[in-house]
């Protein structure tokens, strides 16, 4: 009695269409995920105007308009330097009118404030928290003017 079996070469042939489809499932769904991580925190729009007061004080005027589905809550705001160091404005300065720190924001708001900080700071970010996915996300940094 003969048996009958595949050939090497198409057993080769399988084995790597497998390895090619598995790879390619992988690669589809690491995409996913990093377009969905670069897409954070674009719901939410910042737009900040800075005043000198003096030569070392400055008054910066923050617009923060929540464009994403859920509502938000502002956990901080944070200042970078110009020589690149960053700095959490809200618990070094108690100069923020009016106080917006743990203020909700429904999808479709705006809330407008303005803070006192030193005249070195260059760009303003803000953290907030996604109340609907539980998430802590950050705006990109907006340059001050």
Do not use: C
């Not at 897409?39 to 000198?52: C, D, L, R």
């Not at 917006?100 to 907030?128: A, C, D, H, R």
């Amino acid at each position: 009695m003969r048996k009958r079996s595949l050939s090497n070469l198409i057993g080769t042939v399988i084995l790597i269409s497998a390895t090619l489809i598995g790879g390619v499932l992988v690669y589809n769904y690491f995409q996913k995920s990093l377009t969905t991580m670069e897409n954070m925190g674009q719901g939410v729009n910042i737009m900040a105007n800075s005043q000198t007061i003096s030569s070392n004080s400055q008054i910066i005027y923050i617009k923060i308009t929540n464009d994403m589905q859920s509502q938000i809550k502002i956990t901080g705001i944070y200042g970078i330097y110009q020589n690149g160091t960053q700095e959490n404005i809200t618990l070094s300065s108690n100069n923020i009118v009016p106080d917006v720190i743990n203020k909700y924001i429904n999808p479709g708001e705006s809330i407008s404030f303005v803070v006192y900080t030193s005249s070195s700071l260059q760009s303003i970010f803000l953290q907030y928290n996604d109340t609907q996915s539980n998430t802590i996300m950050s705006t990109q940094p907006v340059n001050l003017k």
